[in-house]
């Protein structure tokens, strides 16, 4: 049975960081690529990121290119997400998605149940 | 980046009745070679993370009832559902992963008529 749980949100001011946590189990986490998906609250979903299975490869949204960074410890079965520089826009539910195969198809079949994000002074 | 448009917006069905949800590209989702649409579909119920329902436009995940399924290539795709549920009441989403950044469409909510 797969399980991802998120942790790390919370309520954080405009300016600050914070890093998520991805806590993975149920499945060899070494092998697939995994990501990051957000959705702000009442509105749809918007990919973040995604890193490959060897941290070899990252791709990021263009709306947090450079404040953001995905990363994982795969002896630890735990996906991350740094994020700096927060701003309104970022506040979101904040989901971690594992990729369907462990060729890096992008596309998502497990979801953990959300971490929420605040950004508010 | 690849723009999705879904439509409806939303839409009510009576229970028994045949739900169609559409998704359109702004470009081609049909990698030629591999002879693959890569767009996916998901379910997302009020509280609940989404749940993929359909990939590679009409491959039907495990576990996921028959009367869910995903038609279309190139830049025009449907989700249909044959005979609407009680429990089938969400908004579902389209998203393609032929190139990133990885988008989605806007959402279609279904209710009960």
Wanted: hydrophobic residues 30%; aromatic residues 12%; neutral net charge.
């Amino acid at each position: 049975q797969v399980h991802l749980v998120e942790s790390g949100g919370g309520v954080v001011q405009p300016g600050r960081s914070l890093r998520l946590s991805c806590a993975a189990s149920g499945f060899t986490f070494n092998t697939y690529g995994m990501h990051w998906v957000r959705q702000a609250p009442g509105k749809g979903l918007e990919w973040v990121a995604v890193i490959s299975y060897d941290e070899n490869t990252k791709y990021y949204a263009d709306s947090v290119k450079g404040r953001f960074t995905i990363s994982r410890d795969n002896s630890k079965s735990t996906l991350y997400l740094q994020m700096n520089s927060l701003g309104a826009e970022d506040t979101a539910v904040y989901y971690c998605a594992k990729d369907l195969t462990s060729s890096l198809e992008h596309v998502f079949d497990y979801w953990g149940l959300g971490t929420l994000v605040t950004v508010s002074s | 980046d690849i723009v999705m448009t879904q439509s409806p917006d939303s839409l009510a069905v009576s229970l028994g009745e045949r739900a169609t949800i559409n998704c359109k590209s702004s470009q081609s989702v049909l990698h030629r070679s591999k002879n693959k649409n890569y767009l996916g579909w998901y379910q997302q119920k009020p509280g609940q993370p989404p749940k993929l329902l359909i990939y590679w436009a009409s491959s039907r995940e495990s576990g996921v009832p028959d009367r869910f399924s995903g038609s279309g290539s190139g830049t025009d795709f449907t989700l249909t559902i044959s005979s609407l549920q009680a429990e089938d009441v969400a908004v579902y989403y389209c998203q393609q992963y032929f190139s990133t950044p990885l988008t989605f469409g806007q959402g279609t909510k279904v209710e009960i008529k």
